[in-house]
């Protein structure tokens, strides 16, 4: 397992989907797919192909049906949850439930991993909140309450959360969906960032194709009864991105490098 | 809070002024006999009592309405006050179809507690069975809300078939009272709440990162199923003591936690919950001081001040600050 150890992520012959008592629905199987260290990842396929799913089944909220998900050689099932919350941060699209936490209060609590029993945190930690704040622009932002925030400014407060729980991996689940163009730009120019400078791990999935075409180091396809991964342009070369959505209607230019309608 | 248990001991239906309040304690030679034993062993029990059930009820409430990330829950949603209604009213209203040796054997109050315990615990009991198989948080309060309707319905049939005799004493149980606990009964319930009190400070942390939901509370490491069996064991603990020996106490579990999250404007709970604690002692002092109805005979239900007085006041905080979180 020399190999599995030299990367982050490493998927061999997975195969996830639901399980209910009576029946296995499989979404996707035999998913084999490395990932380095520093890399972007942009998981790109229709609405409803299963890249939740699958983001689910790497963050070990739900059960694989077959196969094994490594994280730094050592297998999800294998891990305890404290250890886990040290290696893999998540950004969710789902809605926060009302409260009045301060914008410092959530980025402080992505330091719950390392705070003692009762949540105290140290100056060690108060750094790691400052830098996460600093790194994504929200630090004016630190005293107000979440529902001051607009949605973008809430996108950038939660992936400062993700950086202050000081993880290798960081996985976004369509982190830029309720985003105007300017603000999406900018989220993704942070993961970006945070790859390149930082070396963290990033997977994310999307539907900005555009964006994802020029800033992803690599591209996960999801497709009706394939998976494929690779360097964009690699992809782009192979005609894999012409058959992500249904062909009749659109189809992908490989000199304009984007979808363009038939 | 000391302005709050002195108005309370001070007030009651023989007036006593402070000073002598004051000499029972520092100097109890100079005091009439009479007021020295209404202080010592009704006004100062009473007061005690009022603390406990006004931070513990508060306490309850602020839990369930993190845990269910629903601001209409309270101490009562899991149906643990129905249960412990049913089984006073099985005790009470029951005793025709049972036999009524067990209330002369051991008191009434005692029997009362006892029932209304077994009750609230037998109610809690299916309904941790019912989370430990469910995966969603919701359906437990939906359940446990099912289960209040069921006890509710039954007490109902029970008291179609009772005498009124019993239907009044069952009635006056309901109503809620801070009184008539002798200091034994006292140490019962402290000694159960500060268990409950001691299994909350553990889930400060794990509270707070509920505060995002339960799916990134569960990627920083918390332990949700756990989380929620300390959450719903500490709540039943509190509301199932307090529920025993002073009747289901409406209101004060559900808006207490308002009102301190409102004034106090955070939702960390490692300020919320002594905050909530302080907030709901002090409510409920005042409150039982109101029920006293100073210097005349009568002592009104305290269930019926806390919601008379309680109600208006978060109704008016929340025209005037439009949110509830």
């Not at chain 2, 402070?18 to 007061?47: C, E, G, H, M, Q």
Request: positive net charge.
């Amino acid at each position: 397992m020399t190999s599995a150890k030299k990367n982050i992520v490493d998927l061999q012959h997975v195969s996830i989907g639901y399980q209910s008592r009576k029946k296995h629905t499989i979404i996707a199987s035999d998913i084999n797919v490395q990932l380095h260290k520093g890399t972007l990842v942009c998981l790109l396929g229709k609405n409803g192909i299963g890249k939740s799913t699958l983001l689910r089944s790497i963050t070990n909220v739900q059960p694989v049906l077959s196969g094994e998900i490594y994280i730094k050689g050592t297998s999800i099932r294998k891990f305890s949850p404290a250890a886990f919350s040290k290696t893999i941060s998540l950004v969710l699209t789902e809605r926060l439930p009302e409260s009045n936490l301060t914008v410092y209060e959530i980025v402080a609590l992505g330091r719950q991993p390392y705070t003692n029993w009762i949540g105290t945190v140290t100056e060690a930690d108060k750094n790691f909140i400052d830098k996460a704040l600093n790194e994504t622009n929200t630090h004016h932002l630190s005293d107000q309450k979440i529902n001051e925030l607009s949605d973008g400014q809430l996108q950038k407060v939660m992936i400062a959360r993700a950086i202050a729980q000081d993880t290798e991996l960081i996985i976004l689940d369509e982190p830029t969906a309720h985003l105007d163009i300017h603000h999406k730009i900018e989220t993704f120019s942070l993961l970006k960032k945070l790859a390149q400078e930082f070396g963290k791990t990033i997977i994310i999935s999307t539907h900005e194709i555009q964006i994802a075409l020029q800033l992803a180091d690599e591209l996960w396809l999801m497709k009706e009864n394939s998976f494929t991964a690779g360097s964009t342009e690699v992809l782009i070369d192979n005609g894999s991105l012409t058959s992500l959505f249904s062909s009749q209607l659109i189809t992908f230019d490989k000199n304009l490098k984007q979808f363009i309608i038939k | 809070m000391f302005l709050a248990i002195l108005l309370n001991i001070s007030l009651g239906s023989v007036s006593i002024p402070i000073k002598d309040i004051f000499n029972t304690f520092l100097d109890p030679a100079s005091v009439k006999t009479s007021w020295r034993f209404i202080i010592l062993d009704y006004r100062i029990p009473k007061a005690i009592t009022a603390i406990i059930v006004g931070s513990g009820l508060s306490v309850s409430g602020l839990l369930m309405q993190t845990l269910f990330r629903n601001p209409l829950a309270g101490p009562y949603v899991l149906g643990i006050s129905s249960g412990a209604s049913l089984g006073v009213a099985l005790l009470v209203l029951g005793t025709s179809f049972f036999s009524g040796s067990i209330l002369a054997t051991i008191g009434f109050n005692w029997s009362i507690a006892l029932a209304s315990s077994l009750g609230a615990f037998s109610v809690l009991f299916a309904v941790m069975i019912a989370a430990n198989k469910l995966k969603n948080t919701m359906s437990i309060l939906i359940i446990g809300l099912m289960f209040g309707s069921l006890s509710s319905a039954l007490i109902s049939v029970l008291a179609y078939f009772s005498s009124a005799d019993q239907l009044q004493q069952y009635m006056f149980w309901s109503f809620g009272s801070l009184g008539n606990l002798s200091w034994t009964e006292i140490m019962v319930l402290t000694g159960v709440s500060f268990l409950g009190f001691f299994m909350v400070l553990f889930i400060i942390k794990p509270l707070n990162s509920l505060l995002l939901g339960e799916n990134y509370a569960k990627s920083m490491g918390v332990n949700i199923q756990k989380t929620r069996r300390i959450t719903l064991i500490a709540t039943s603990l509190l509301t199932g003591v307090i529920t025993a020996f002073s009747g289901p106490i409406a209101f004060v579990g559900l808006a207490v936690p308002h009102l301190t999250k409102l004034v106090f404007n955070t939702s960390n709970h490692k300020l919320l919950l002594p905050a909530v604690a302080i907030s709901g002692a002090i409510i409920m002092l005042i409150c039982d001081s109101i029920a006293q109805l100073p210097n005349s005979e009568f002592t009104l239900p305290i269930n019926a001040i806390t919601s008379l007085f309680g109600a208006p006041i978060v109704i008016w905080l929340l025209i005037r600050k439009r949110t509830l979180s």
